[in-house]
């Protein structure tokens, strides 16, 4: 589209032409440009990984996130209690007091703490979740930055294979996303790499809703895959509610 940034050299025409449908889709690179953020209240989180990881045992469940995508930050209000408040910040994690803002807990290796631990800590969810929910939301705007690796056609899908610069803290440098005739992000496949090298599937996005413009998939569900086929196995499973979105001036 006219108003938006050159991609990456890697990018042929027609992949462009997809991802510039795409970005139109989900709302167009002006109002992207005046997104100051995105509220998201979680109302279920279930499957083999959480309960893996410690969900509800040594961990909570986030329940209230407020994701800024030009900042890099995910902040989770009362977590991981009503003492306290969680951020993921560009890589980085902090537990702050409510009361005064004093840090409570931080690590200097949030990813490499969250590979290594098979339950994990309150710290390693909020890297895990804050992560992957501020990647989630700057989808599929940050895909002009990316280096293309494939563009083809499956089920009917446009489906662009990319590799993220070493600096966006995501799930893995390696990704494939899979979008409808319309633009819409609809399965988006990598490797959970804080997870394990076993946790490689499709996250599959659901029951979209228009925000102000926006779509965003109320329902995030996670499967294994065996090439592109998707198997009937909740890694995990998501449902968002309480949705809203804010803008700057004139967005």
Known sequence: MSD????????????RSVLDRACERHGGWTRWRALEHVRL??????????????????FPVPRAVEVAPHARRASFA????????????????????????????????PRTDAARHWR??????LYFFGY?????????????AARLLVRRRAGGHDVLQ???PPDVPTHSRRQTFWFAA??????????????????RGAHLWRRHRDVDGIPIALERHVVPTVGDHTLPFPALHAELDDVAVAFSVGG
Not at 86 to 94: L, S
């Open 41 to 58: 209240g979680v109302a279920v989180l279930r499957g083999a990984i959480p309960w893996l990881k410690g969900a509800g045992r040594t």
């Open 182 to 199: 319309d633009g819409l992000l609809v399965r988006h496949d990598y490797h959970a790499e804080v997870v394990g090298r076993w946790a």
């Open 132 to 144: 992957a929910l501020w990647h989630y939301h700057t989808l599929p705007f940050t895909l002009a």
């Open 4 to 15: 938006a940034p050159p991609a990456h050299p890697s990018w042929t025409a027609d992949a």
């Open 162 to 164: 990319v590799a993220f």
């Open 120 to 125: 994990w800590t309150p710290l390693d969810a």
């Open 78 to 109: 009362r977590y991981p209690d009503d003492a306290h408040d969680g951020v993921f910040a560009d890589g980085g994690v902090a537990i702050r007091a409510r009361a005064g803002s004093a840090l409570v807990a931080t690590t200097p290796t």
